[in-house]
């Protein structure tokens, strides 16, 4: 069975999202026969590649949100993250363009080693004072090797805007096709969809499901919400304080 996830690296719910995906298919009976692709979605696709910005400033300016609004949101989610036992810096990271590091995922993914990379990537922009945006290809290019990449083939892609670009803008054309206006948006087996970062059992039951039958694209049951917190073109779903 086939699970991809549509996400952008610059998506906090993404983050989270897949850490709580994994929980559920750590403990499915099956997990060793699901194959976890990963497809392109730019929450950003039109920012210039030089164009970054800190995150706290990014939101106010973009979403007319308060600097005390866009703090408490970050600090809600890093509460949120570190339920999943992530790390998450709220303050001090930066936004910028993630084109380039879809094009490199697709390269990883041709090396089979597209989940070390897309895990290496979130870990730098949320969780390390290092920013994935201001220090230039050299960056990407150390997490590549990181995740097991030969560093020449990593940088060679870089250097070539055009290498895997339509790959890059393919996953984006049939996320719009499936309906997935936000991310993360998991699409197990052309069965099933699950939208947003949704708790561990609504993935284990979906991965139940789309082993057990075959039928047209559905979202999940997702009880009272129709989506689950996500990002999308307006913005991160931010979670209610408790």
Not at 13 to 30: D, I, N, Q, S
Not at 203 to 218: D, I, K, M, N, V
Request: charged fraction near 30%.
């Amino acid at each position: 069975m086939r699970v991809e996830i549509w996400s952008d690296i610059a998506c906090p719910w993404c983050y989270v999202g897949k850490a709580r995906f994994e929980k559920a298919l750590a403990a499915f009976p099956h997990r060793d026969d699901v194959e976890v692709v990963h497809r392109s979605f730019e929450l950003d696709p039109g920012r210039a590649k030089g164009d970054v910005q800190p995150v706290i400033t990014m939101l106010t300016r973009k979403y007319g949100m308060s600097e005390a609004q866009a703090e408490a949101g970050e600090d809600n989610l890093g509460a949120q993250a570190a339920a999943e036992g992530l790390d998450y810096r709220t303050r001090g990271r930066d936004h910028g363009n993630t084109f380039d590091m879809h094009r490199l995922l697709h390269f990883a993914k041709e090396q089979g080693r597209q989940d070390e990379l897309i895990q290496l990537l979130y870990r730098a922009n949320f969780a390390e004072e290092r920013s994935v945006f201001t220090e230039g290809d050299e960056r990407l290019v150390e997490l590549a090797a990181e995740a097991g990449l030969d560093a020449g083939a990593a940088r060679a892609v870089l250097a070539d805007p055009s290498r895997y670009a339509d790959e890059v803008r393919a996953d984006e054309r049939e996320a719009a096709q499936l309906g997935a206006t936000g991310v993360p948006f998991f699409v197990l087996d052309r069965q099933y969809g699950v939208s947003g970062a949704q708790p561990a059992e609504v993935f284990t039951r979906a991965l139940t499901q789309a082993w057990g039958e075959h039928s047209a694209l559905t979202l999940v049951e997702q009880g009272s919400q129709e989506d689950g917190d996500a990002c999308g073109p307006d913005g991160c779903a931010v979670p209610p304080q408790g």
